[in-house]
């Protein structure tokens, strides 16, 4: 039997039946994808998407790299009213959030309390399930309620600053202090000494990071190996999708100053399959009945950074969207149509899909720009990507100057990813094409996977 299903394309379809049409042959699919963001994680999630049959991605607003694989359209993640109209002009059927800002402002609740929106499909939670990322002490509460591992920890505002520091007396160094709001991935501070810790509680609490930090979370120090492990739910089923490994600070050897993440690895060879089971059973599990149970309708990415302690998964935090770099790995190996799965999700369907990730290792190294993670320069023209082989290269802040150059527009700048069979090839792939891109002021991590390789014999 013949089936035509034509994705929306034709908004006023009704939404596809997975079960109905499970097993049939599909002749012609039209999508029409939109993509919000303007990174490399962006870019990853669009050059995937747009591989899928019948899908037409476009991306606001983009970047240079996301226009050679789709339509840029020129409209910022936070103008909700400008994204309608597109979306209604344009016959988008599915929506792909990539940063977590729009979703804490609430651009789920904003389609699902719309008419006209209500029809298309959207991946995300909602403004109450962000909140897993938006507010710490809200994360830390779910997780107490709900009995997921996390760190121990008390919350803080000015009206218990001498319980929060006694409680900071009762811990061990080094001390973990977070602001409780989005502080653009910096509000998070590690003190060696109780003195420091006491000061920095004061001054988080005095504005640091602005009404961020108004509400602290103290941590114990928890110690082990960091990963992230990346769930994609309809709220009821879900998908383990490919984990990684990132590299935060600017400097070989995890030297120097936080970034938003120098590089990837995937897979990461001390996620073995009996500590991802932990994760599912301890973790993702217990997280999806509790967003059930609190009335929490979540489809969507829920991205867990752990920390394995002793083979022993504990909860760092949660983001209520992909990483950034770890979707630049990430989407190299998953295999088959993506917006297929992501239609599944947003139908409540993710069980009716079959899911396949490659077994190779994907290894992303990141270009930045001079300065970076401090004040840094932009608008240097790029050259030598038209040399690269064998692997792909996300880009993460670039711009179109007058003449049409490729030109520099962000901290971190490319994403050169690569697949090999081990960790040792997809590095020398990757780093033989590192060295191709130049621009003034060009820095990148030459240990990405280094730590791995030395551990596991790949
Ligand atoms: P977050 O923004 O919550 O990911 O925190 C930033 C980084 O701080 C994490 O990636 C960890 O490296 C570190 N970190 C956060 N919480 C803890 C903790 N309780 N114990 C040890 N390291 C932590
Ligand atoms: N790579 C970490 C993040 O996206 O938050």
């Known amino acids: 039997m013949e089936n ?14 997975w079960k109905a049409i499970q097993g049939q042959h599909l002749t012609a699919v039209v999508r029409n994808i939109l993509v919000l963001g303007s990174g490399g994680r962006e870019h990853a999630l669009a050059w995937k998407l747009a591989q899928g049959e019948g899908a037409h991605v476009f991306i606001a607003p983009g970047n240079a790299g996301t226009a050679e694989v789709g339509t840029n ?40 309390g719309d008419a006209q929106l209500q029809k298309i ?113 309809d709220g009821e089923h879900y998908v383990l999708l490919p984990e990684a490994k990132d590299y935060k600070r600017i400097g070989d050897g995890d030297k120097g100053l936080n970034t938003g993440g120098m590089g990837a690895v995937s897979p990461v060879p001390f996620c073995t399959p009996e500590f991802l089971q932990k994760v599912e059973d301890r973790i993702v599990k217990p997280t999806l009945k509790g967003l059930q149970a609190e009335g929490i309708e979540y489809k969507g990415f829920i991205f ?30 998953i295999e088959g149509d993506f917006a297929d799965l992501l239609y599944a999700c947003a139908d409540g369907c993710l069980d009716k899909v079959h899911y396949a990730q490659s077994p190779r290792t994907a290894l992303t190294v990141m270009l930045v720009s001079g300065g ?43 994403a050169v990813t690569a697949l090999g069979d081990s960790i040792t ?27 791995l390789l030395l551990t596991s014999n790949s």
């Open 73 to 112: 359209v020129n409209i910022k993640v936070g103008d909700f009213e400008g994204i309608r109209k597109f979306c209604l002009d344009n016959e988008i059927g599915l929506v792909v959030v990539g940063p977590e800002q729009p979703l804490v402002d609430g651009i789920v609740d904003y389609f699902k």
């Open 425 to 451: 090839e997809a590095r020398a792939k990757a780093y033989e094409n590192v060295v191709k891109i130049q621009f003034e002021g060009e820095n990148h991590r030459n240990d990405i996977g280094l730590d």
């Open 304 to 333: 867990l950074g752990l920390m394995n302690c002793g083979g022993d998964p504990y909860v760092i935090e949660y983001n209520v969207r992909m990483g950034d770099p770890e979707t630049e790995a990430v989407m190299t190996r």
């Open 121 to 233: 499909r959207i991946i995300g939670p909602d403004r109450q399930g962000a909140q897993l990322e938006g507010s710490k002490a809200y994360a830390k509460e779910f997780m107490a309620r709900n009995g997921i591992p996390t760190a121990r920890c008390l919350t803080v505002n000015q009206t218990n600053l001498a319980q929060g520091e006694a409680f900071l007396r009762s811990l061990k160094a080094p001390y973990v202090l977070k602001a409780d709001g989005l502080a653009a991935g910096k509000g998070v501070l590690i003190l060696d000494t109780l003195e420091e810790a006491v000061n920095e509680l004061g001054n988080m609490l005095g504005g640091k990071f602005g009404e961020a930090s108004a509400t602290v979370v103290i941590e114990e120090f928890l110690s082990g190996i960091e990963c992230s492990v990346f769930v994609l739910t």
């Open 4 to 17: 035509i299903i034509m994705y929306p394309g034709d908004t006023s379809k009704e939404a596809v039946d």
């Open 372 to 414: 970076y993670p401090e004040a840094y320069q932009k608008g240097k023209v790029m050259t030598g990507m038209g040399l690269l082989k064998d692997c792909v290269a996300f880009h993460a802040g670039t711009a179109f100057n007058a003449e049409g150059q490729t030109i520099t527009a962000g901290g971190r700048v490319i």
